[in-house]
C-alpha cells in the first residue's frame, strides 16, 4: 500500500507522517504521533469521544479521513493546558466534579471549547446543544453543564 506524505499542526507545533490511504485521523493521531488524549469510543462518529477541532472546528476524528488535515491545524486536549496548568475549562470540570470515569472527558471539553471560542457567554441550551455530540453514562450530564456554564460565568474559558 502506498503511504502518503501529511504535514498539519498539532497542539501548536508542526508534525509530519505519512499515513495508509483510508486511515482516519483518530488512528493517525494516536498511533503516528502519539497523542492518547482522542478517545476510541463507538467507531462510527456516534459518542464524541474522538472531538478535536481542526482548524477551530470541532470534528469526530474517527470519521475524519487523515489526508484531508494536510496543511490544517488539529487541536486536541493535550494542547488545552499550558505545560502544568490547566486550561480554565478543565479546572471548571475539576472543580465541579464533572468527570467520573473519564472517558467522554476529552470529547466534552474540546466541544465546550469550540463552543466557547466562538459564545464566550453561551446559555444552559446553548452548553446542551454544543455537547449534545457527545455520550456520557457517569455524570447524568448535570455537571459537565454546570462546569461548562461556571467556566464561561467565570470569564475564564479564552485563557
Same mark, same amino acid.
Given at each position: 500500500?502506498?503511504?502518503?506524505?501529511?504535514?498539519?499542526?498539532?497542539?501548536?507545533?508542526?508534525?509530519?507522517?505519512?499515513?495508509?490511504?483510508?486511515?482516519?485521523?483518530?488512528?493517525?493521531?494516536?498511533?503516528?504521533?502519539?497523542?492518547?488524549?482522542?478517545?476510541?469510543?463507538?467507531?462510527?462518529?456516534?459518542?464524541?469521544?474522538?472531538?478535536?477541532?481542526?482548524?477551530?472546528?470541532?470534528?469526530?476524528?474517527?470519521?475524519?479521513?487523515?489526508?484531508?488535515?494536510?496543511?490544517?491545524?488539529?487541536?486536541?486536549?493535550?494542547?488545552?493546558?499550558?505545560?502544568?496548568?490547566?486550561?480554565?475549562?478543565?479546572? =471548571?470540570?475539576?472543580?465541579?466534579?464533572? =468527570?467520573?470515569?473519564?472517558?467522554?472527558?476529552?470529547?466534552?471539553?474540546?466541544?465546550?471549547? =469550540?463552543?466557547?471560542?466562538?459564545?464566550?457567554?453561551?446559555?444552559?441550551?446553548?452548553?446542551?446543544?454544543?455537547?449534545?455530540?457527545?455520550?456520557?453514562?457517569?455524570?447524568?450530564?448535570?455537571?459537565?453543564?454546570?462546569?461548562?456554564? =461556571?467556566?464561561?460565568?467565570?470569564?475564564?474559558?479564552?485563557?
Amino acid at each position: 500500500m502506498t503511504k502518503t506524505p501529511l504535514q498539519f499542526r498539532h497542539n501548536g507545533r508542526d508534525v509530519a507522517v505519512f499515513v495508509d490511504g483510508g486511515v482516519n485521523l483518530l488512528v493517525a493521531l494516536r498511533e503516528l504521533i502519539g497523542d492518547m488524549t482522542p478517545k476510541f469510543g463507538c467507531g462510527q462518529g456516534g459518542c464524541g469521544a474522538c472531538s478535536v477541532l481542526i482548524d477551530g472546528e470541532l470534528h469526530l476524528s474517527c470519521l475524519t479521513l487523515a489526508e484531508t488535515v494536510n496543511g490544517r491545524s488539529i487541536e486536541t486536549l493535550d494542547g488545552l493546558k499550558d505545560g502544568p496548568n490547566l486550561h480554565p475549562l478543565q479546572r =471548571a470540570f475539576m472543580e465541579q466534579f464533572a =468527570a467520573q470515569c473519564g472517558y467522554c472527558t476529552p470529547g466534552m471539553l474540546m466541544a465546550a471549547k =469550540a463552543l466557547l471560542d466562538r459564545n464566550p457567554s453561551p446559555t444552559r441550551a446553548e452548553v446542551i446543544e454544543a455537547i449534545s455530540g457527545n455520550i456520557c453514562r457517569c455524570t447524568g450530564y448535570e455537571p459537565i453543564i454546570n462546569a461548562v456554564l =461556571a467556566a464561561a460565568t467565570s470569564g475564564r474559558a479564552r485563557a
